[in-house]
């Protein structure tokens, strides 16, 4: 089990960290700062944080790159 502090509440919230599929991700215009070309790049894995409660709402982005043998996210 993951959990992340729900700033407005005060309490924890519990989350799950799965593969972004074919998830709908959230737009540069929404607020997010993420290179959303980047998605789908070779060697790239990508991971999406959602609250168990509300699946469909994202809370944050992961991606993996692998070069080299070497893993890095951004």
Same mark, same amino acid.
Do not use: H
């Given at each position: 089990?993951?959990?992340? !502090?729900?700033?407005? =509440? ?7 960290? %799965? &593969? ?5 991700? &959230?737009? $540069?215009?929404? +607020?997010? =700062?993420?290179?959303?070309? !980047?998605? +789908?790049?070779? =060697? $790239?894995? $990508?991971?999406?944080?959602? !609250?168990?409660?509300? &699946? =469909?709402?994202?809370? +944050?982005?992961?991606?993996?790159? %692998? ?8």
């Amino acid at each position: 089990m993951v959990e992340i !502090l729900d700033v407005l =509440n005060q309490k924890n919230a519990v989350v799950e960290i %799965v &593969p972004a599929g074919k998830a709908k991700l &959230p737009l $540069t215009k929404d +607020g997010w =700062n993420f290179d959303w070309k !980047l998605i +789908g790049a070779e =060697n $790239t894995y $990508t991971y999406i944080l959602r !609250l168990v409660e509300t &699946p =469909n709402t994202i809370e +944050g982005i992961l991606q993996i790159r %692998v070069q080299g043998g070497c893993a890095s996210w951004t």
